[in-house]
């Protein structure tokens, strides 16, 4: 069996790390047999500090964007440069914080404390370069949004794009990739039609709803109501996420 972990808030709880034994338990996944595939938000750059171990499994990056297999990294779609420079007027005109990463190096500008700043390549694998020089945008990511803002600039980007839009709850971000992009897209571009599949968050929604069996992890209570359509909810708890992993062993 295939199995499908989202990282953040499904996996690890602090933005930094995965919990040895919930390491052991992926370890004993595989060791039975299994296929892991990781499906983060994070580029490939920031997901693979997080699974140092499992590096060599096929990875899914930036929703969906970029995949790496075999450890090369390989983008699956870009946003439109005519709708890139939108997404800067827009940047402009409201001020934004943000993070536009490209095929492995990215622009960002943090002006307030964000939970978001400790994940950009913490392991320095990358540079930080200008707005202007990212010229392969794979996903942007607009931060430190209050409510009113956030709603807003999602609905200005779904009436004058085709991109793909997603305001993570309780998190004041937008994150931004090119028409379709999620994680079901690319799972069903790599032809993964079956899989139990792991989530906690919006970004995982299309991809829990094509498993076989979904779980929910619930690190977002505000988003319990998601989770009911999920097979299994399990708390956001190292111990109990280790105890159903090696539960499907």
Do not use: H
């Amino acid at each position: 069996m295939k199995y499908i972990f989202d990282v953040d808030g499904t996996l690890s709880f602090d933005g930094e790390t995965i919990a040895p034994v919930i390491n052991s338990a992926i370890d004993d996944l595989i060791a039975a047999g299994n296929e892991v595939i990781f499906a983060s938000a994070r580029p490939i750059r920031d997901l693979l500090p997080m699974i140092p171990t499992f590096t060599n499994q096929k990875l899914i990056g930036a929703n969906g964007a970029m995949i790496s297999i075999d450890q090369k990294v390989r983008v699956i779609s870009k946003i439109d440069l005519e709708y890139y420079d939108f997404l800067k007027e827009l940047i402009n005109e409201f001020q934004l914080d943000y993070i536009v990463d490209g095929s492995w190096n990215y622009s960002s500008r943090i002006t307030q404390e964000s939970f978001i700043e400790k994940m950009i390549d913490p392991k320095n694998l990358a540079k930080q370069v200008a707005l202007e020089e990212i010229v392969e945008p794979i996903k942007t990511i607009f931060v430190n949004l209050d409510n009113s803002l956030q709603e807003k600039l999602m609905t200005l980007i779904k009436e004058k794009t085709t991109l793909n839009p997603i305001g993570l709850a309780g998190e004041g971000t937008v994150d931004i990739t090119s028409q379709n992009i999620n994680k079901a897209y690319t799972l069903d571009y790599l032809q993964v039609d079956k899989f139990i599949a792991f989530g906690n968050d919006r970004n995982d929604l299309e991809m829990l709803g094509e498993a076989q069996q979904s779980v929910w992890i619930n690190s977002k209570p505000s988003l319990l109501n998601f989770g009911k359509k999920a097979d299994v909810i399990c708390e956001a708890n190292s111990e109990k996420v280790a105890q159903l992993i090696k539960s499907f062993i």
